[in-house]
């Protein structure tokens, strides 16, 4: 008999997880793509018209054309729904066969509710691990196996800034070049507070920066593993507190 799994994903690793949960292996038999096995899988993800488009445009035709017995099934709701959805498919009996983290569950939850396949032998088939950053995979490691691979991973934090401000308080440029240690935080902290004005005065308040305020953004500020390592030991570490200097 057949048997699906639900599989929680990364988009990075779209073509991997579709791969590995199309259809468990017949019973003395073969995987159902090389069987030649018509096979239809679900793939839940949130919406978003530039991810949409690219699963819809690149990421499916390319994974159909690789495996023409399968037929991958788009399920797209907002971000806020995605956990909804995935608890009605799953009570109905009928869960999808992919699908990412983009609701408030997560991983813990999914695994103890017994919906990830195990990925490992895909990982070290079709992923290196050294192509991400140090220690992610080990959040998603299960007595040494893998039950997922880390979510949008492949971009990191950018700061834009507005040259016409800069310029109206007699600061020059940001260089352009990585090689250049001559912006530092230092330096950034001290242009903040030259374009710092009327701090604390609401609409007519003009601040030098604007700090990312999402937990997980505010981690990265220090190391990749901060976040998670207070997820796992709430208690080992002080909570941080913040304060934008005037």
């Not at 017949?26 to 679900?42: C, M, R, T, W």
């Not at 488009?53 to 690789?66: A, D, N």
């Not at 017995?69 to 109905?92: R, Y």
Request: contains cysteine; hydrophobic residues 40%.
């Amino acid at each position: 008999m057949r048997k699906k799994a639900c599989l929680a994903i990364t988009l990075s690793g779209a073509m991997l997880a579709v791969a590995a949960c199309s259809v468990s292996a017949p019973a003395g038999g073969s995987e159902g793509q090389s069987s030649g096995e018509q096979v239809e899988i679900k793939w839940l993800m949130r919406s978003n018209p530039f991810e949409n488009k690219w699963e819809k445009e690149v990421v499916i035709p390319k994974f159909e054309k690789l495996h023409p017995n399968i037929k991958v099934n788009l399920i797209v709701v907002p971000s806020n729904e995605v956990d909804p959805k995935l608890s009605t498919m799953v009570a109905a009996g009928d869960p999808p066969d992919v699908f990412s983290m983009w609701g408030e569950s997560g991983f813990n939850e999914y695994y103890m509710k017994g919906l990830l396949l195990e990925l490992t032998e895909f990982i070290k088939q079709d992923l290196k691990k050294e192509d991400f950053v140090d220690g992610m995979f080990d959040i998603y490691a299960v007595n040494g196996k893998y039950y997922s691979v880390p979510q949008v991973s492949n971009f990191g934090m950018m700061m834009v800034y507005n040259k016409d401000l800069f310029k109206e308080a007699g600061l020059p440029d940001l260089p352009t070049s990585w090689s250049d240690p001559s912006w530092t935080w230092d330096k950034m902290l001290e242009y903040a507070k030259k374009l710092t004005k009327n701090y604390g005065q609401g609409a007519n308040a003009q601040y030098g920066v604007v700090p990312p305020t999402e937990a997980h953004q505010l981690a990265y500020l220090w190391e990749p593993t901060l976040f998670y390592r207070s997820i796992i030991k709430p208690a080992s570490r002080p909570p941080l507190s913040w304060t934008i200097p005037a």
